[in-house]
């Protein structure tokens, strides 16, 4: 009697043991959630800011950028917050209006002070590039172009940011730099190499081709077969970002950007003529007349210069695609090479190699014409569009785009066919090649330039050993706690289970 009183005692004891016990750690379970949740959020990130302008031939635009301060060293998380496009044209034509610099840059770098708050105002650092205007304007009269940028330092330094420097970049820096940005912004550099994969063959950590087509010029930037390195070593670049080296081949077609060529085409075209020139590249219908001083006071055109009797010309419009790539196709001198392949004028180009991004006037012409949304992107596409588009009279053009700037619409059959010559006669893609161009403008909302790889290099972002490996994210912080104290639970629930029973079959035993 005395057993049994005793035994359901101790059965009670027990169970009041583990449920007290469960009810307390289901208690500590919630807790170590609720404080996961809470406690454990990340800190506040520490945002860092940086401003880049991008002073191209045609306009200046603003690009403004932010990333998390402890990861600035890991490959794609710079992002592009915002753009800004300057009023006007670019500085390399702002000679005669040096005193209105301030109220030019106002409006876009009053943006970035709104954009970048104001405790980073300070800390942000501001790079301006300037590219091919200025580089060709400095040719002409360097004084001019230096008077240019002192003015333009001048000017930044009166806002609140950190004024890194404005200077003219060279070819093979903008080529460079668009190379890295659309790598970057496409996490090539990180690439792992598969369990599967383990060999040293060079195509395994394939980069993207950089294409860029301004106004001024244009530059062709990839990373070509290894035996191919060694002919021309002044077109390669050598990096070793993030514990891997690159040799990449590069080209700056100085006078070959899309308005450049077309005052090179227009300059050539005008020879014997009386001054009025039936123009293949412009519509049915439209006019242009143009001074010649215009035409030829920039140094690309002084090759075919001579002394006409009048100073105007008068530009009509023949609209004729065939016509027009046939014109094109003479600003491209494909008879000379000492190297073992050229594109043109006897600039080495290795075997082109791989994928290609093809940014800036590239993709607004291509986008204009419905390209880049096409199924079948290949060469003859683009020519039947353009064969079609060119054809067209210029007032029904007008009619249907009345918001495209007209100076735009008129010349895009003319930059069409531009650049399907240079990428077929100057750069040689074939029917084969063509599907690896992508035409692109932006990448996760960053736009696709030179400006992003400049200031991730200036600002020391692209390490050149791999960074290590993070400590746990907080998401699976919570998850391996929550994890292994259910586990925990069970385990002592499960003993405390086997420690009790036996009491009672021992017991029923005896
Ligand atoms: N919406 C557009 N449609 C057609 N062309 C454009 C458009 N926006 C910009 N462009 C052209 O893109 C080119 C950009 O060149 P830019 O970057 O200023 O020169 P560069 O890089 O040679 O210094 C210019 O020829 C400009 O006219
Ligand atoms: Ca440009």
Redesign the pocket.
């Known amino acids: 009697m005395e057993d049994t009183k005793d035994s359901e005692l101790k059965r009670c004891c027990s169970k009041n043991i583990l449920i007290i016990l469960g009810f307390s750690f289901l208690i500590a379970i919630i807790a170590l959630i609720a404080v996961g949740m809470t406690q454990n959020k990340p800190l506040p990130e520490n945002i860092k800011y940086g401003v880049v302008l991008?002073a191209?031939?045609?306009?200046t635009s603003i690009y403004i950028y932010a990333w998390p301060a402890e990861k600035e060293n890991d490959t794609g998380v710079v992002r592009q917050l915002d753009e800004c496009t300057v009023k006007g044209p670019?500085i390399s034509k702002q000679a005669e209006y040096l005193d209105d610099l301030e109220m030019y840059m106002s409006e876009c770098m009053e943006k970035a002070m709104h954009v970048i708050p104001q405790s980073h105002h300070q800390d942000t650092p501001v790079y301006l590039g300037a590219?091919?205007?200025m580089r060709l304007l400095s040719a002409e009269n360097r004084t001019q172009a230096r008077i240019i940028m002192d003015k333009v330092t001048h000017t930044l330094n009166k806002f609140p940011f950190d004024l890194r420097g404005a200077r003219i970049i060279t070819g093979e820096e903008e080529g460079a730099y668009g190379w890295i940005t659309i790598n970057y912004l496409m996490g090539e550099f990180t690439q792992k190499s598969s369990w599967f994969n383990f060999n040293t063959d060079e195509n395994s950590f394939e980069t993207s081709g950089a294409l860029?087509?301004?106004?001024?010029?244009t530059q062709i930037t990839f990373q070509p077969f290894l035996n191919d390195t060694y002919e021309s070593p002044k077109n390669m670049l050598y990096f070793y970002l993030y514990g891997k080296y690159y040799s990449v081949y590069t080209h700056s077609f100085l006078c070959y950007?899309?308005?450049q060529a077309l005052l090179q085409k227009l300059a050539k075209g005008i020879q014997g003529t009386n001054g009025i020139l039936y123009d293949p590249c412009f519509h049915d219908g439209y006019e242009r007349v143009m001074n010649m001083s215009d035409i030829f006071k920039t140094s690309c055109t002084q090759k075919f210069y001579m002394a006409y009797p009048f100073n105007q010309i008068k530009i009509i419009g023949a609209g004729n695609y065939d016509k027009c790539y046939a014109s094109l196709h003479e600003l491209f001198n494909t008879s000379f090479c000492f190297y073992s392949s050229c594109s043109f004028n006897g600039v080495y180009l290795p075997k082109l190699k791989g994928n290609f991004g093809a940014f800036?006037?590239f993709y607004?012409?291509l986008e204009?014409l419905n390209f880049t949304s096409s199924e079948v992107p290949n060469k003859d596409t683009l020519a039947n569009i353009l064969r079609e588009f060119c054809s067209r009279p210029w007032n029904e053009l007008k009619k249907q785009y009345k918001n495209i700037k007209e100076n735009?619409l008129s010349e895009?059959c003319f930059?069409g066919t531009y650049i399907l010559t240079l990428l077929h006669k100057g750069y040689h893609f074939t029917m084969d090649t063509w599907n690896r161009v992508h035409f692109m403008d932006k990448i996760q909302n960053s736009s696709v330039g030179w400006s992003l790889g400049y200031m991730l290099n200036l600002t020391n972002m692209i390490p050149a050993e791999q960074p290590v490996s993070r400590p746990l994210s907080n998401s699976t912080y919570v998850f391996l706690m929550v994890f292994f104290s259910l586990i925990l639970v069970v385990v002592v629930i499960l003993a405390l289970l086997i420690f009790h029973k036996p009491s009672y079959i021992w017991k029923d035993i005896a």
């Not at 191209?56 to 306009?59: A, E, F, I, R, T």
């Open positions: 991008d191209g031939s045609s306009h670019g590219t091919a205007g860029d087509l301004g106004g001024a010029s950007g899309k308005d800036s006037a607004y012409v204009f735009y895009y930059a």
